[in-house]
């Protein structure tokens, strides 16, 4: 069999289906937290259908896993009321509470969250086509995170307890809420990258929006009860629906004082300039990119091409940090294209729950026939496919496609496909790669593989002003979660790590005296019998 037929029978039929992978039934959102309450909706729903598909004699289906609600303006400023009430201004009773107390909610979340493992995962793999191991892989880090953030804000707290005394001021200085925060993540990393906002929020005392991505809504359900019993009313709020919808008159309103988005900078754009108070509002933002991998003619081929491989199609090549444009030096490139090709050639295409499969259906409607496109215009400016079936589409599935060579005038040369399409460049002159860094209007990572270090060093030093994260002779990617994780220009505003965020959903604040008798004796009562969360030498273990 052909890899073209093996393609074209790529999809299975419902009976070849293992029952164990099989959801049970459709998953029917139709309730959402407010308040502290499941609220039941009785509105219209959205369907969701799986990037899998199912063959039947009258074609390929996708199938419906299950609805959400379709929120409307009132639904959102309801919620958001919700939330603007639980903070009442900085009075309320979580932002109030102590770093210990707020530790505890946490802690019961990620308790209760564990016991969903199996449901989350399973949703994972069907409403994104993520495959088991990386579903697994994506949740089990999201529990890690949480404990990691935990960590994180003890030693934080440790280090602000204690008083500074200087030029006649004593002062204790701690990180304080900013407010009602909005947190959208992405459809790649619908758990994962959500709560690496959502987390941080609320462990510093903001009260939470929760809006899922338009892919990765269903699996939230499952987690929702846990919210509610994990946090006081009105902490935390879920808002489901069209994006373009219930978003805009939430930052009409002004009341949304954190916008914490990961998705495209021109609907960060555009949610930002929706507020009408700018200044008044803290952005964190993951944006696109558009990372390149270098790879100097001394480079270890068989490690470039491995690590150059899982950085642009890991989960298909649809992530952010993912490696999508590869510079080759001239001498080399016949043989990297030749290895490339081969190590694509066994890579392993089917659904999500099969063993080993590493390319797997893709969720976004429409998404094979624009990556179809974007291989079609590079053909037509002068490249060629370098890889056997490469591009092939079938359904929701589309087999990954090693373009060379790619030029400037190719849509692939700047725009970001998020997808399993891999342009590849020649260049004899370094200032080629270096230029292209220069004038892209993105700046997150860069991967660069060589051998001789004086020559790694002389590209360091540059890159490192152009992109957040060099990376030698591995390829792009996020983690660890201690590392900082930002970009420049249009790729990134603000620092997500486990650290970085404690701070970017909170701001320094401090309580300060003149070094009197009398002050110093206020102090000591307030800090003696505890009167006060934040003026404390409590110290959490």
Avoid at 472 to 492: E, L
Wanted: hydrophobic share 40%.
């Amino acid at each position: 069999m052909t890899l073209k037929e093996r393609i074209d029978k790529l999809f299975p039929t419902e009976a070849e289906i293992s029952k164990s992978f099989r959801l049970p039934e459709p998953i029917e959102l139709n309730s959402f937290l407010i308040n502290g309450e499941l609220r039941s909706w009785n509105g219209p729903m959205q369907e969701v259908f799986s990037p899998v598909c199912v063959k039947t004699e009258a074609g390929l289906f996708r199938q419906m896993i299950g609805r959400f609600p379709l929120m409307a303006e009132s639904d959102a400023l309801s919620v958001l009321d919700a939330a603007v009430g639980a903070y009442d201004c900085g009075r309320g009773r979580w932002p109030t509470m102590s770093v210990e107390e707020r530790i505890a909610c946490v802690q019961e979340f990620a308790y209760r969250m564990k016991e969903k493992r199996s449901e989350v995962v399973s949703l994972l793999m069907w409403e994104i086509g993520k495959s088991l191991k990386d579903s697994e892989k994506e949740f089990d880090r999201t529990v890690d995170y949480i404990a990691d953030t935990i960590d994180a804000l003890k030693e934080l707290d440790r280090v602000s307890s204690r008083f500074v005394v200087a030029q006649g001021i004593i002062g204790q200085i701690r990180r304080a809420p900013i407010g009602v925060a909005l947190c959208m993540g992405p459809y790649n990393y619908p758990l994962n990258e959500t709560f690496t906002t959502l987390i941080p929020a609320l462990i510093m005392g903001n009260t939470v929006i929760l809006k899922p991505p338009r892919h990765g809504v269903l699996l939230f359900y499952p987690l929702l009860e846990a919210f509610r019993d994990s946090f006081p009313p009105g902490v935390v709020n879920t808002l489901f629906g069209a994006g373009r919808t219930v978003t805009p008159p939430l930052m009409a309103s002004g009341k949304v004082d954190v916008l914490a988005f990961i998705g495209t900078s021109k609907a960060a754009d555009s949610l930002q300039k929706g507020h009408p108070r700018m200044h008044r509002l803290r952005l964190v933002l993951g944006l696109e990119a558009k990372n390149p991998a270098i790879v100097l003619p001394d480079a270890d081929l068989e490690s470039a091409v491995e690590e150059c491989v899982a950085g642009s199609l890991s989960f298909n090549g649809q992530r952010c940090t993912a490696i999508k444009i590869v510079f080759v030096h001239e001498s080399i490139a016949d043989e990297f294209l030749s290895r490339f090709a081969a190590a694509i050639a066994v890579m392993k295409c089917g659904m999500p729950w099969e063993s080993g499969v590493g390319i797997t259906p893709l969720p976004e409607p429409g998404k094979p026939e624009y990556l179809s496109c974007l291989v079609a215009d590079a053909v037509r400016l002068g490249a060629r496919v370098a890889n056997e079936a490469g591009g092939t589409v079938n359904g929701t599935f589309f087999y990954p496609a090693l373009v060379y060579p790619v030029t400037a005038e190719m849509k692939l040369y700047n725009e970001e496909q998020f997808g399993p399409v891999i342009p590849v460049l020649p260049f004899t002159d370094i200032e080629t790669p270096i230029e292209y860094l220069t004038a892209s209007d993105y700046g997150q990572q860069v991967s660069i593989f060589g051998r001789d270090a004086a020559v790694l060093a002389k590209l360091i030093d540059p890159l490192v002003n152009q992109v957040s994260r060099v990376n030698i002779n591995s390829q792009c990617q996020r983690g660890p979660d201690i590392f900082p994780f930002t970009g420049r220009k249009d790729s990134a505003v603000g620092t997500l790590s486990v650290s970085d965020a404690l701070r970017a959903f909170s701001i320094r604040t401090l309580v300060a005296a003149r070094d009197t008798e009398l002050n110093k004796e206020i102090i000591r009562t307030i800090v003696r019998e505890q009167k006060s969360n934040f003026l404390s030498t409590d110290f959490i273990l």
